[in-house]
């Protein structure tokens, strides 16, 4: 089932490959093994001949790129469903790389986005079990970012608030945008001359260290993180290169994820929980990311609990970061609990770190890098500066509230003066309570239609003449007998009550 999910998938083109790819991260959601179907699908199209990116290239510039650029190669070096990349030098002689957005493909992914809302929207009213993981939001996230990476000059700005992040940094370094030529559909940057994310054996033969790579790569992810809440959401192998002195360049920028400071606090707490194996904070923050009021909190803690001793006796470097955050994942989607839409793209950038840290080093353990990067956070939380911040902030809240209490009362009263006052009440339990009432009063009707007709018939009965049936009078028989019709439903009906 869930390859043959994944070839429709496939066959549906570049916008459900890439809802695919994201769905790949919610094992909340899906068991393992649709995870790793929808993991296999891969953004891959035929290169589209240079020609037709003309008309594009020139409206994006104005004239000819052949006047703009010299040494303007029609080969691809790169591509993907949204754009191709190919190589140029500026009038000075500097290389460049231009991205250069397909024909027509902002209009496809509009339609098929406009086509996954509506379906979203129809799956979250008709089907209820699904309504708690949120599918409208999900969508409306993913087209979000969808729409975000079809915006090169968006994608030029990320990339210049990366630069601007790690200013300091001396072993990451990001791409320079020429600002001059890059619009919407052309994006131009500098050409880094590095070694491919995946050409490992280049990088050992020219005396690279492959372990230092990836933790300079771990740290930087996790920097974007937990430091300054605006990450890449797709470390993968082929958006970095590896520079001499074990630099690494970081590329591709379009997919970016951005955590609020409430939500990196929440962050930190729950990646501290999990390397000190603490059960109560864990299941507090997965309680503050719930929206569902019925939870077993008993079954959840023991979940947990069962969870953390799974992992008690086993060495940091054979455990998965992946795997356990899978495994904490199962145990939300077992308790009916799902994991918050704007965390999608962070689980999707730490999976995808730990798997390129593992292809750098086999031993190479995520929880030895987040370990400094969490207490940070914790300690930076109670720094004097972020607790006069927080008060600031909470007092603008009282204030506020303080100030608009007077003329939202006086908004009720006047509501209420002209008889439009409505409460909304929300009490599921008085909901069933009816409907149990509703049931029972039904029940309750029918019996003394039965008892009516059973003493009507007995008296018809006693009646001499009319037509007969059996040498019983019709009418008094025609009476017995739909009462033992409606006496048999009546008693299906509370034996069902019963077992519910």
């Not at 290169?47 to 037709?52: C, D, H, N």
């Not at 070694?195 to 933790?215: C, F, M, Q, V």
């Not at 082929?238 to 606090?265: E, H, K, Q, T």
């Not at 199962?330 to 950038?349: C, H, W």
Request: proline share 5%.
């Amino acid at each position: 089932m869930e390859v043959r999910a994944r070839l429709a998938i496939q066959e549906l083109g570049p916008t459900f490959v890439k809802l695919g790819q994201v769905l790949a991260t919610r094992p909340d959601i899906f068991p393992p093994n649709w995870i790793a179907e929808f993991a296999k699908l891969q953004d891959k199209v035929p290169a589209v001949p240079f020609e037709q990116l003309l008309p594009e290239l020139e409206q994006a510039l104005g004239k000819s790129p052949f006047d703009v650029f010299k040494d303007l190669q029609k080969e691809p070096v790169a591509g993907a469903s949204i754009a191709q990349v190919h190589l140029a030098k500026l009038q000075d002689g500097t290389p460049v790389v231009l991205k250069i957005r397909r024909p027509n493909v902002r209009e496809r992914i509009e339609a098929d986005l406009r086509l996954l809302s509506h379906l979203g929207r129809l799956v979250e009213s008709e089907f209820e079990a699904i309504k708690r993981f949120r599918p409208g939001e999900i969508i409306a996230q993913f087209s979000k970012s969808l729409e975000r990476e079809l915006d090169f000059a968006l994608e030029g700005r990320n990339t210049e608030r990366f630069s601007r992040n790690f200013a300091d940094d001396e072993y990451v370094e990001f791409a320079k945008i020429y600002w001059d030529y890059t619009s919407e559909s052309l994006l131009v940057m500098s050409y880094i001359d590095g070694i491919p994310g995946n050409d490992l054996a280049s990088a050992t033969y020219r005396g690279l260290d492959l372990k230092l790579l990836g933790e300079r790569g771990a740290n930087a992810v996790l920097k974007m993180v937990l430091i300054d809440g605006f990450f890449h959401a797709d470390p993968h192998p082929g958006n970095v290169f590896y520079l001499p002195d074990n630099r690494l360049a970081i590329i591709d920028c379009g997919m970016v994820g951005r955590i609020s400071m409430d939500r990196r606090d929440e962050i930190a707490d729950l990646l501290a929980a999990l390397v000190s194996r603490d059960i109560d904070t864990l299941r507090d923050i997965l309680m503050i990311w719930a929206e569902n009021s019925s939870i077993d909190e008993t079954k959840l803690g023991s979940d947990i609990e069962e969870f953390i001793s799974s992992y008690d006796n086993a060495p940091l470097k054979h455990v998965r970061f992946s795997s356990l955050l899978n495994d904490l994942t199962s145990i939300m989607r077992e308790n009916q609990l799902t994991v918050p839409p704007d965390l999608t793209m962070l689980f999707k950038a730490l999976i995808t770190l730990e798997g390129l840290g593992r292809q750098l080093d086999p031993d190479f353990q995520i929880v030895n890098h987040l370990t400094p990067f969490v207490k940070k956070v914790i300690v930076d939380r109670y720094m004097p500066a972020n607790l006069l911040k927080r008060g600031k902030r909470g007092l603008g809240h009282l204030i506020n509230a303080v100030t608009g209490l007077p003329g939202d009362v006086s908004q009720v009263l006047r509501e209420a003066a002209r008889g439009r006052l409505k409460l909304n009440l929300d009490l599921q339990r008085l909901d069933h309570f009816g409907h149990q009432l509703d049931h029972s009063t039904n029940r309750l009707t029918m019996a003394m239609i039965t008892a009516a007709l059973i003493v009507g018939s007995s008296i018809v009965m006693t009646v001499e003449g009319g037509p007969t049936i059996f040498g019983l009078p019709a009418f008094g028989f025609a009476g017995f007998f739909l009462a033992f019709v409606i006496g048999i439903l009546l008693m299906i009906s509370v034996w069902r009550a019963g077992r519910d």
